[in-house]
C-alpha cells in the first residue's frame, strides 16, 4: 500500500518534472524569439514580425497563442484534478488500510507535552511506541489551547484543538527508527520545548510495551471494592435510617394510645359525677 509519504513524494517529483519541463521550453522559445528578431538581423518580409507600438498576433492569427493558452489550460486542470485524488486518498485510504491490521492511538496535546492513550489503557507521555509496519490511526485533541500535532519525517499533520477530534493515519517503517514529534502551532512560551519521540519498534516488542504500561487490574480491584464497600455503607445508613423512622413512628403511636386512655378515664369520671 501507498504510505503518505510515498503520496506526497510522487505530488511533489510529478510538479518539479512538469514544471521543469514547461521552464525549459519557455525559456528556449523565448530566447529563440530574442534572437529570431534581434536588431541588426536579417528580416523576412512576414506579418507576423512584432512591430514597435502594436500589440502581438501571437503567429498565424492567433494560432500559436491560443495553442499556449489551451495546452496551459490543460496541464494545470490535469494537475489540480490528479494532485485532489492523491489529497483524498490521504484522508481516507479507505479499504488500503485492513481494521484488523491498524492500531489506534488517541493523542492530546496539553501543558506543552503530548499525552498518548493505546488501545489497552495504556498511557504515556512525549513518547509515542508503535509497532513497524503497521497503519496508525490517530485521534488529536487539545486539552488546553490550540496545537498541532505533527511528524515531519512522515508527512503527518493534525489540529490539536479543545472539544474537537481530528483523525488522521500514517504508515510505520523498519523497527529502530526515531522520529520527532512537533508542535506546528504556535501555542505559547513553551512551545518551541513541545516536542517527543516516535519510536518504531518489533510487534513482539510492542506487545510487551502494551502489557508493562497497562493500568494495573490489582488497582482497579480495589477501586471496585473501594465502591462496593461504599455501597455497603450506604444501605447501612438507610437501614439504619429505617429503624430510627420505624422507633419513631412507634414511639408516636404510644403516645397516642396513651392520649386515648387518658380520654377513656376523664369520661368514665364524667359518667360518675
Request: proline share 3%; aromatic share 8%; net charge negative.
Amino acid at each position: 500500500m501507498q504510505t503518505r509519504v510515498d503520496v506526497f513524494e510522487q505530488i511533489f517529483l510529478v510538479f518539479l518534472g512538469l514544471g521543469t519541463l514547461i521552464g525549459v521550453v519557455v525559456v528556449a522559445y523565448t530566447l529563440y524569439n530574442a534572437y529570431k528578431y534581434r536588431d541588426g538581423a536579417a528580416k523576412a518580409s512576414d506579418e507576423d514580425t512584432p512591430v514597435l507600438g502594436e500589440l502581438p498576433t501571437g503567429g498565424e492569427g492567433g494560432k500559436k497563442l491560443f495553442l499556449s493558452f489551451g495546452l496551459s489550460a490543460i496541464v494545470v486542470i490535469s494537475l489540480v484534478i490528479w494532485t485532489y485524488g492523491m489529497l483524498l486518498y490521504v484522508e481516507d485510504p479507505g479499504d488500503d488500510i485492513p481494521e484488523d491490521d491498524a492500531i489506534e492511538i488517541d493523542v492530546e496535546g496539553d501543558g506543552f507535552a503530548w499525552h498518548f492513550e493505546y488501545e489497552n489503557g495504556a498511557e504515556t507521555t512525549n513518547t509515542m511506541t508503535v509497532p513497524e509496519d503497521t497503519p496508525v490511526w490517530i485521534n488529536v485533541t487539545g486539552g488546553d489551547v490550540w496545537h498541532t500535532f505533527g511528524i515531519s519525517d512522515l508527512r503527518v499533520k493534525a489540529d490539536a484543538i479543545p472539544g474537537e477530534t481530528d483523525e488522521t493515519w500514517f504508515m510505520t517503517e523498519e523497527a529502530g527508527e526515531t522520529h520527532t514529534i512537533e508542535c506546528f502551532e504556535l501555542c505559547g512560551d513553551g512551545h518551541s520545548a513541545m516536542d517527543g519521540t516516535l519510536d518504531v519498534v518489533e510487534e513482539e516488542e510492542f506487545e510487551e510495551f502494551l502489557e508493562d504500561e497497562a493500568p494495573d487490574d490489582d488497582e482497579n480491584g480495589d477501586d471496585e471494592e473501594a465502591e462496593d464497600e461504599n455501597g455497603d455503607d450506604e444501605a447501612d445508613d438507610e437501614e439504619n435510617g429505617d429503624d430510627d423512622e420505624a422507633d419513631e413512628n412507634g414511639d408516636d403511636e404510644e403516645d397516642e394510645e396513651e392520649e386515648t386512655d387518658d380520654e377513656d378515664d376523664e369520661e368514665d369520671d364524667g359518667g360518675d359525677d
